[in-house]
């Protein structure tokens, strides 16, 4: 079946660096990937969709210089969180659509970032 | 703005009951309906999805749709330990298909 992989599974860094996060779709074509934010006992808030060669479009209230998000191929997309903040850790989602299926089940394992 | 809405719990049933979460959503035009479970420190599994008004059954799970009231339901059937999770209701629309998530019921069965 079709698997996401994210990377890396978990992060922890120092308040004022960035950091990336990589997701992977590893036997479909993705056109759009979604990403998604958990803080603890919360859902998930939708933080941007990407479309492959396209501008991701944020959400609101989501800082879009601060989320830098690269969707350069059919298969990849990372978010950069940069200048990462303690207020910035969480649970980071991607999921990945494939245009032929109509059920939405294709999340990446996701990645836990702490920031110090 | 679009809105899910789920009690948030915590339900607690025992072993071999039915566990029944309910869903509400505001936006009428929404396509596509979903049931994730998700355990503590994992992402988001796909349980069911229900597109028509009426029942879908898959195994123990039943997923219930109403539109004209605006309510989506899982039923789970001879409940087990091991369902003891968070589950999210998820609700699609638009062509982008996005979706808006409720703040999920946690749901523990008791053996």
């Known amino acids: 079946g079709a698997v996401v992989s994210q990377h890396p599974s978990w992060v922890i860094c120092k308040s004022g660096t960035s950091v990336k996060i990589e997701c992977r779709s590893l036997?479909?074509?993705?056109?759009?990937m979604f990403w998604y934010r958990q803080f603890p006992k919360q859902s998930l808030m939708l933080m941007a969709t990407?479309?492959?060669?396209?501008?991701?479009?944020?959400e609101q209230g989501v800082e879009k210089d601060k989320f830098l998000i690269n969707h350069a191929s059919l298969t990849l997309s990372t978010l950069t969180v940069t200048s990462a903040h303690p207020e910035d850790s969480s649970f980071y989602i991607c999921?990945?659509?494939?245009?032929?299926?109509?059920?939405?089940?294709?999340f990446g394992p996701g990645t836990r970032l702490t920031v110090l | 703005q679009k809105e899910v809405e789920q009690n948030s719990g915590p339900l607690s049933v025992p072993e071999g009951a039915i566990a029944s979460l309910n869903c509400t959503y505001s936006?009428?035009?929404?396509?596509?309906f979903f049931w994730y479970r998700q355990y503590s420190g994992k992402s988001p599994e796909l349980i069911m999805f229900?597109?028509?008004?009426g029942d879908k059954e898959d195994g123990r799970f039943t997923a219930q749709l109403n539109k004209a009231s605006q309510y989506v339901s899982l039923l789970i059937r001879d409940s087990q330990p091991s369902d003891s999770a968070t589950y999210l209701c998820?609700?699609?629309?638009?062509?982008?298909?996005?979706?808006?998530f409720g703040s999920g019921t946690q749901l523990t069965v008791l053996p």
């Open positions: 036997d479909f074509q993705a056109t759009t």
């Open positions: 999921r990945a659509r494939e245009p032929t299926f109509n059920n939405e089940q294709f």
């Open positions: 229900i597109y028509s008004n």
């Open positions: 936006d009428r035009g929404s396509q596509s």
């Open positions: 998820a609700v699609s629309s638009g062509s982008a298909r996005q979706l808006t």
């Open positions: 990407s479309n492959e060669g396209s501008k991701a479009t944020y």
